[in-house]
């Protein structure tokens, strides 16, 4: 999609938002989206961490020093020189034939890690150790891939000076220093949709229901569960950049092993129930709504007539799965008014074709759109997002959510 030429530098950053919220390049935005918006979680749950060994599951951060010069660095970049989209590389299969044969995924989550590994590569007083790292044991019936290790890192050594005096203090001290130390990252991008309890876990603040609460937020194809997630990474994921194997391959024992967790939470209507702090989430993460199409249509309706005349004009967009990491800015013919995504949904949702069925199943991503200013005349920007459901859709979740576990 060609982007709005406007007076901001490459990457837009000459506003006072986020860049993975300002930028006018997709580029920049879904790289920006993936190193510098809030990530999902602020502390690890305590029933998770329970399940790993002391020290060894933790939140992914960067190190200060290192995130404030890539942020500097991505501003001003160019975004011919960042990789390009899921969308840009559906459209060149050359381009995809042209990256390394673990990097030509187009799922969402491929393309995250793929960011986040060009930021690890490029970002001052970061040394990238290994990515993507197929972890073997060799036994008496051939060799096992046990798995593989998203990033493994440490900081450079020209900025253990700038990090010395942080690093000698805290939790630090009196161990190796934080700046040379070997540090595994997993990472997830995930978009989950809480459908709460029942009235018998009402309290988020139980600690015996924070468990059941992470388990009712589920994907919007009812598949993954953030509770599952989670328990994945510490579980399975984490312990093995500790095994002797993966040691053997890196030639030095992990200091830290980190869940890097971004992605959008999706609340009934955009309302957040209470207590939500207590479950470990960010206070500061990105969220949206979800809504059945009556509810959709009633609340629009709702805020219409609340409207005043001189509020800003709404459109609406469908968001494609390729771009659903960071805010939509699209051109005007990219977007419809209400009424005219209200009958194109309904009429999804109620698709006859067995052979479509995924199409009046699968919940639809939708953003509230606005005029994206003076700056860029004829493009809109995202206002809001959310997930408009099918019928019967809630039903299935519940169902899901009341399956036991995964690990």
């Not at 990472?187 to 876990?201: C, N, Q, R, T």
Request: proline residues 9%.
């Amino acid at each position: 999609m060609r982007e709005p030429v406007t007076e901001l530098a490459g990457a837009g950053a000459t506003t006072a938002e986020p860049l993975w919220r300002a930028a006018t390049s997709a580029r920049v935005r879904d790289l920006a989206w993936c190193t510098l918006a809030p990530p999902l979680l602020s502390d690890l749950p305590r029933d998770f961490a329970a399940l790993a060994e002391p020290g060894a599951a933790a939140l992914a951060s960067w190190p200060p020093a290192a995130l404030a010069a890539w942020q500097r660095w991505l501003a001003s970049a160019d975004p011919n020189q960042l990789p390009p989209t899921i969308e840009e590389l559906s459209a060149l299969p050359g381009a995809v034939q042209a990256l390394a044969p673990a990097a030509r995924s187009l799922r969402l989550g491929r393309h995250a890690e793929r960011l986040l590994h060009f930021a690890l590569e490029h970002g001052d007083g970061i040394e990238l150790v290994a990515s993507n790292l197929p972890v073997r044991r060799h036994g008496a019936h051939g060799v096992q891939t046990l798995g593989e290790l998203d990033f493994v890192w440490r900081e450079t050594p020209a900025n253990t000076a700038a990090a010395g005096a942080i690093g000698a203090m805290g939790a630090n001290a009196g161990g190796p220093p934080r700046a040379r130390q070997l540090v595994h990252w997993e990472m997830a991008a995930k978009f989950y949709l809480l459908v709460e309890p029942g009235s018998d876990a009402s309290n988020a603040a139980a600690p015996r229901e924070q468990a059941a609460w992470l388990q009712a937020f589920v994907g919007p194809n009812l598949v993954d569960r953030l509770g599952d997630k989670l328990s994945h990474i510490v579980r399975r994921q984490l312990p093995l950049s500790r095994t002797p194997e993966a040691e053997a391959l890196l030639g030095a024992r992990v200091d830290r092993c980190e869940i890097y967790l971004l992605g959008w939470l999706f609340y009934r209507d955009g309302l957040m129930p209470a207590g939500l702090d207590t479950l470990g989430l960010n206070p500061a993460h990105l969220h949206g709504w979800w809504s059945t199409l009556e509810q959709w249509a009633q609340r629009v309706g709702t805020q219409a007539t609340r409207s005043s005349a001189s509020a800003s004009p709404v459109r609406w967009h469908r968001l494609p799965r390729a771009r659903w990491l960071s805010p939509a800015l699209v051109r005007e013919p990219d977007t419809e008014p209400f009424e005219t995504l209200h009958d194109a949904l309904a009429a999804r949702f109620a698709e006859p074709h067995r052979d479509l069925a995924w199409r009046r199943e699968s919940p639809v991503m939708v953003c509230e759109m606005e005029p994206a200013g003076a700056s860029a005349p004829g493009w809109w920007r995202e206002r809001s997002r959310g997930f408009v459901v099918p019928p019967g859709w809630e039903e299935r979740a519940r169902q899901r959510i009341a399956q036991p576990p995964r690990y």
